[in-house]
Nanobody
């Protein structure tokens, strides 16, 4: 089974930055798609950004250019650079990967943006 380990979450003031990392292990095959989702308190989970193995990316509209997703295929790791963070970005961020037709999810990492 593929296991995902997220890191980089924490507490930051508005306008600050964080860099999330998600390392996948145990995959016998290349990871087709890697991405980040988030769930804010009292809200449904939503896509933040995703990236395929050939580099195609998808971003949520609410990012307004503040976040950047990238991946290192050799390390099976995906990153999310989060800049100009706002209180509305407070959520648990989950890593998601697709290997062939199977979805895998991380445990989530908390991001808190407050004054």
């Amino acid at each position: 089974q593929v296991q995902l380990v997220e890191s980089g979450g924490g507490s930051v003031q508005p306008g600050g930055s964080l860099r999330l990392s998600c390392a996948a292990s145990g995959s016998r095959f290349s990871i087709n798609r890697m991405g980040w989702y988030r769930r804010a308190p009292g809200k449904q989970r939503e896509l933040v950004a995703s990236i395929t193995e050939d580099g195609s990316t998808v971003y949520a509209d609410f990012l307004k250019g503040r976040f950047t997703i990238s991946r290192d295929n050799a390390k099976n790791t995906v990153y999310l650079q989060m800049n100009s963070l706002k209180p509305e970005d407070t959520a648990v961020y989950y890593c998601n990967v697709i290997v062939r037709v199977t979805d895998y999810w991380g445990q989530g990492t908390q991001v808190t943006v407050s004054s």
